[in-house]
Structures are given as C-alpha cells and as structure tokens.
C-alpha cells in the first residue's frame, strides 16, 4: 500500500494572479492572530501580507504554490533585498548583512534571496510538500542567486525544526525587532545545472 504520509501536491509551480485568493485564504488560516495557543503548536505565521504585495512578490520576486486539484495547500514567498526593504523588520535586518557569516564567508547582498514566508496546510504537513516548495524555489533561483536567509521566530519551534532538520538550512545567529525575538538561518543555492538554458 502507498503510504500517504509521502503524497506531495499534483502540482508545485510559480503562482499566477489567479492563485492569490488561495493563497490569501491559507494565510489567513495559518496566522497566529488567528489561532487558539493549541493551534499554534503546529506552526504558524507571524504576519500577514496584502493581495497587492503578494501580487508584487510573485512578479518581482518568487511566490511559489503547492496545489492539491485547485486548491492551494501551500505557498512559499523569497524575494531580493531590494524588495523586502520596503518592510522595516527586514529592512533592519538588510542593515546587519555585513556582519553576517554564511559556510565562512560574509553574506553578500548582491548575491542572496531573502526566503518566507512559507505556509503550509495542517491537512498536508509532514508529507513532503515543505521540501517540494523549496526545490522548486531553489530551481527558479539558481541562475541569481548563491545563497538564501530567512527569520524563523523563536516561539516557532516547529518552523525552526522544519528548516533546519528537514531542510538543513543552518543558524547563523539572532535578530530581535519590535520586542520579538527571532533565529536567522541561511542555506545555499546551488548553480544550474548543465541542461539549463539559463547557464
């Protein structure tokens, strides 16, 4: 018998205007605003974005979705700095990037996404669509960029096992804003390969 826990989406892909709404409905599920404390033990976010910026992420940066049928189960956002600074969270984090070290080396803005949120649908966690996501991320990066950073809030230790055991992205230090405390972990890109046209 196939076990199920491995289903992924029947598709995983770059987002089109048409997906927002889905996406718009999973996030408004998942946001920690929303949640019982019991429900928050599964993971959740911590903020929400607006139709208009997902619609400027998936044009100027990456919004990919994971669908089961039509109906979106997940979604991961990345984009480049320069998009992001218009957020302050991020925008003071865009201002420690000198003083941040990635596999030895300073993390470079010129060369690196800034990853998250990701959202995934309690009905499909735990069955590989996390990793689906961010292969497909990874893909549609390769040819820009060399390395990637993400925010993971200390209260979410769920998010925090996911990437860095699952995903094996790696800790480089802490980031607190507004009061909130936060892990700030980077991970790799690697190159495209031979077959890309994009090489």
Not at 133 to 150: P, S
Not at 157 to 178: C, I, N, Q, W
Request: aromatic share 8%; hydrophobic share 40%.
């Amino acid at each position: 018998m196939r076990d199920s826990k491995k289903i992924t989406p029947m598709e995983v892909r770059r987002a089109t205007c048409g997906d927002i709404p889905g996406v718009l409905r999973l996030q408004a599920a998942c946001f920690v605003g929303n949640l019982r404390p019991e429900e928050r033990e599964g993971g959740f976010l911590s903020a929400e974005f607006t139709a208009r910026q997902l619609e400027d992420i998936a044009t100027e940066g990456w919004l990919i979705v994971g669908l089961d049928r039509t109906h979106i189960v997940g979604f991961l956002c990345a984009a480049r700095s320069a998009h992001y600074s218009r957020f302050p969270m991020l925008e003071a984090l865009i201002r420690r990037w000198p003083d941040i070290r990635s596999a030895g080396t300073l993390f470079e803005s010129s060369r690196a996404v800034i990853y998250g949120p990701v959202c995934i649908d309690p009905s499909r966690r735990g069955r590989g669509l996390l990793l689906a996501l961010y292969q497909e991320l990874l893909k549609a990066v390769a040819a820009t960029a060399d390395h990637g950073i993400a925010l993971i809030s200390k209260q979410n230790r769920p998010s925090f096992e996911a990437h860095v055991r699952k995903l094996g992205m790696t800790p480089v230090g802490d980031y607190t804003f507004a009061g909130r405390e936060y892990d700030i972990v980077t991970f790799p890109v690697p190159g495209p390969g031979p077959e890309d046209p994009a090489r």
